[in-house]
C-alpha cells in the first residue's frame, strides 16, 4: 500500500524507504535485421494480428546484434515510437553502433551488454529468440480474432495480476469462448472452465481446476520444463514451449481425465494426476 | 433503481425476442413498471410479437436522434398496464445506435421510474448486440439445447463479462441461462443437449426450461406473447422464469418426459 504523504511524514523512518533486490525477468528481444519504416510496421502490424496478448505493453530489448549495417543508420526516435504505439514498451538497447547507443541515452533507454556470441546476421535468419507463442498462436488464426479477442479488455473481469514484470495471474472465473488470457513472466491459475474456443497462455505452467476444452499453451517463451495441469481434459489443443498435440492426439486414454502435461525428452507427455 | 436486463444469445432464432416480449409482460404483470426495447434495428419483430405494429409512429432512432420524445415513442402495452415498448427502426441500420445516444435514453427511462429495462438483442456479436449488451446489470443468456448455440452464448457471457460498463468498471453482468426450445424426447433420443449438459458447459446460474411448444408460434401469430397463455407450458416455464427473476425458488418443470411409463421412471435415468 501507498502511504500518502501527510501520513508519511508522521513516520519516524526505522529503516530505508526501499531496497534492492535481484530480479530475474524474462525480457523478449526484438531483434531487427533490417529497418524500413513502412515494412517494420507491416510486420509489426502482422504480429500483434497474430499474437495479441503479446501486445500489451509488453517491455522489450531491441537487439542491433543482428542487423545488417544500413540498419544501424535507423532513427531510433521513430522505431521505439512504432513500437509504443504497436503495444510494445522499448526499454533497452543492445547492441549496435555508436551513434544509435547516443540516440537511445536520448530516448532514456537503458544500455544492455551484448551477447556472448556475435551470430552473422546474414547467415542465421532462424532461431533467433522470437517468441514461441507468436509461432503457436499463429497456428489458428480463425480461434483468436474478433470483437471479444485479442485486447487488452478481453480479460475476465477478476483477474488478479501481479505488479510489475508480469508474474503469476490467477482467474477466478471461466474463461469463456472467444477470449485469450496470458499469464506473462509466471503461471496461469484457473479455478473454472476454459471453453472450447478459449486460449490460455503462460511463459510459465499452466493449472487449470475445471474443465480443459479450449486451447492451452504453456512456456511460450521456450521454458520446455513449464506443465500443464487439468482437472479434466477435453483440450482443442495443448502445448508446451511450441510442441503441441491436438485434440485428436488424446481424444482416447485420456480425455476428460485429471492430467499433467510435460516435456519429456521432447515429446509431450501426459500422465494422470491422480491413481 | 432500474434495472437493465439484456436477453442475448450470440445465435439468431434462439427465442431472445420471444423471451423479451414473455418476461417483460411478466413483470408488468406482477406489478413492476416494465420498458422492453427493440434493438434489432432493421428487422423490427417485437412489436408484432406484441402486437403493436400499427401503432408505431416514432421508433427507438428517432429518440437517439432527437426527432422525437421518449414519451412520443414509447408504446403501451394493452395487455399489461405496467408495460411500455420502444420499438425499433425499421429504415436503418443498426449503426444509428450511438453509445451515447443509448445511454442517454436508458437515463430517461430510469428518471421515468421504470423499474425494469429489457434490451431485446439482435444475434450475433456486432455492434448491434453490443449496443444491446453494454449497459446491462443482468443478462439473460438465451441458448437452444445444441452445440453451436451453446458456444455462441458461452462467446456472449466472455464478451459480457469483458465488455461491458460493468466489465470496463470491474464489476460483473449478473448472468442467468435460459434453454429453450427444450425437447426431453429429443434429448432422450441424443438428438439435443440435456440440460445438464447446457449448464455444466455454460456454468451459469439456470434461470428457466422453455419447452418447445407449439403455443409459442401461435401466440405470435396472435399477436399475444406466450406467457399470457397459461394453459400452454411454455406459458407456465416463463412464468416460473420471472419468479425465479424475482428471487423467488422455483422448481424446473418440464425438463423430463411427461408421461412416461412408471417402468421408465424407475429405470429410465439410473446415474
Ligand atoms: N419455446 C419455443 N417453442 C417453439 N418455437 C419457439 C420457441 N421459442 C421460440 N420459438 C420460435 O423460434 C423462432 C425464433 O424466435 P425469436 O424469439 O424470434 O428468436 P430470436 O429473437 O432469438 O431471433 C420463432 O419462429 C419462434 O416462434
Ligand atoms: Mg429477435
Request: hydrophobic letters at 40%.
Amino acid at each position: 500500500m501507498a502511504l500518502n504523504s501527510s501520513s508519511a511524514a508522521d513516520v519516524v523512518p526505522t529503516s530505508p524507504a526501499f531496497r534492492l533486490k535481484g530480479g530475474l525477468f524474462p525480457l523478449t528481444l526484438l531483434e531487427i535485421r533490417r529497418y524500413s519504416q513502412p515494412e517494420f510496421e507491416q510486420d509489426l502490424l502482422s504480429k500483434v494480428a497474430e499474437a495479441p496478448a503479446f501486445f500489451q505493453q509488453t517491455p522489450v530489448i531491441l537487439s542491433f546484434e543482428m542487423a545488417v549495417a544500413e540498419a544501424e543508420q535507423v532513427p531510433l526516435a521513430e522505431l521505439v515510437e512504432l513500437c509504443r504505439s504497436n503495444g510494445l514498451r522499448p526499454v533497452a538497447l543492445r547492441g549496435g553502433s555508436k551513434e544509435l547507443k547516443k540516440q537511445a541515452e536520448t530516448l532514456q533507454l537503458a544500455l544492455m551488454p551484448e551477447g556472448r556470441v556475435k551470430v552473422d546476421a546474414a547467415v542465421s535468419p532462424e532461431g533467433t529468440a522470437e517468441p514461441v507463442a507468436a509461432k503457436a498462436a499463429a497456428t489458428d488464426a480463425a480461434a483468436g480474432i474478433d470483437a471479444a479477442a485479442g485486447s487488452g479488455a478481453d480479460r475476465p473481469a477478476d483477474s488478479a495480476e501481479n505488479g510489475a514484470g508480469g508474474g503469476n495471474k490467477i482467474i477466478t472465473t471461466p474463461i469463456r469462448s472467444g477470449q485469450q488470457v496470458y499469464a506473462a513472466g509466471g503461471d496461469l491459475i484457473v479455478l473454472a472452465a476454459v471453453s472450447t474456443g478459449a486460449e490460455v497462455l503462460a511463459d510459465g505452467n499452466i493449472h487449470i481446476y475445471g474443465a480443459l476444452r479450449g486451447r492451452a499453451l504453456a512456456g511460450v517463451r521456450g521454458d520446455t520444463s513449464a506443465r500443464i495441469f487439468c482437472q479434466s481434459l477435453e483440450a482443442e489443443l495443448i502445448s508446451i514451449a511450441g510442441d503441441f498435440k491436438l485434440h485428436e492426439d488424446f481424444r482416447g486414454q485420456w480425455w476428460k481425465k485429471p492430467v499433467q502435461v510435460s516435456l519429456t525428452d521432447d515429446i509431450l507427455a501426459i500422465e494422470a494426476l491422480s491413481k | 433503481m432500474a434495472k437493465i436486463i439484456v436477453v442475448t444469445s450470440g445465435k439468431g432464432g434462439v427465442g431472445k425476442t420471444t423471451t423479451s416480449a414473455a418476461i417483460s409482460s411478466g413483470l408488468a404483470l406482477r406489478g413492476h413498471k416494465t420498458v422492453v426495447i427493440d434493438f434489432d434495428i432493421g428487422l423490427r419483430n417485437l412489436d408484432i410479437i406484441m402486437n403493436c405494429e400499427r401503432r408505431v409512429v416514432y421508433d427507438f432512432v428517432n429518440v437517439i436522434n432527437k426527432e422525437a420524445r421518449l414519451n412520443q415513442a414509447l408504446i403501451k402495452d394493452k395487455r399489461a398496464d405496467n408495460l411500455y415498448i420502444l420499438p425499433a427502426s425499421q429504415t436503418r441500420d443498426k449503426d444509428a445506435l450511438s453509445k451515447e445516444g443509448v445511454e442517454q435514453v436508458l437515463e430517461e427511462l430510469a428518471k421515468d421510474g421504470f423499474e425494469y429495462i429489457i434490451c431485446d438483442s439482435p444475434a450475433g456479436i456486432e455492434h448491434g448486440a453490443f449496443m444491446a449488451l453494454y449497459f446491462a446489470d443482468m443478462a439473460i443468456v438465451v441458448a437452444n439445447p445444441e452445440v453451436s448455440s451453446v458456444r455462441d452464448s458461452d462467446r456472449i457471457l466472455g464478451i459480457l463479462q469483458s465488455k461491458s460498463r460493468r466489465a470496463e468498471q470491474g464489476e460483473r453482468v449478473e448472468e442467468y441461462l435460459l434453454i429453450t426450445r427444450y425437447s426431453p424426447e429429443r434429448v432422450a433420443k441424443g438428438e439435443m443437449l440435456g440440460v445438464g449438459d447446457v449448464e455444466e458447459i455454460l456454468a451459469t446460474k439456470l434461470l428457466g426450461v422453455i419447452p418447445e411448444s407449439e403455443s409459442v408460434l401461435k401466440a405470435s401469430n396472435q399477436g399475444i406473447p406466450v406467457i399470457h397463455d397459461q394453459e400452454s407450458n411454455a406459458g407456465k416455464a416463463y412464468s416460473d422464469a420471472v419468479s425465479r427473476l424475482l428471487g423467488d425458488n422455483v422448481e424446473h418443470r418440464f425438463v423430463t418426459i411427461q408421461n412416461k411409463g412408471l417402468l421408465q421412471r424407475l429405470f429410465g435415468r439410473s446415474a
